[in-house]
């Protein structure tokens, strides 16, 4: 895994990825997650997924798009406090 000095200001997203995978009917889960990622041909894995809500991994732009259409939302919608 690439770690950079300071991850707290390269992802602004794990929060409310945090909030809006959980306020999916049923929830969706971590490992559902990475499911629908695996899906779309997105390679991460539950504990990837649990790294970037935590803020402690940060986010390429695909992977930003996939994990907004996974949780069917506009990738706006992971930017929204």
């Not at 390679?43 to 996939?66: C, F, Q, T």
């Not at 259409?69 to 706006?76: H, S």
């Amino acid at each position: 895994m690439k770690k950079t000095a300071d991850l707290s200001t390269r992802n602004m997203i794990g929060d409310r990825l945090r909030v809006l995978r959980l306020a999916q009917t049923p929830a969706v889960t971590l490992e559902d997650l990475a499911g629908k990622l695996a899906a779309q041909g997105v390679r991460l894995d539950r504990s990837a997924v649990g790294r970037i809500e935590n803020g402690n991994r940060y986010v390429l732009d695909y992977e930003l798009w996939a994990l907004a259409k996974a949780l069917r939302v506009e990738p706006g919608a992971l930017f929204r406090r």
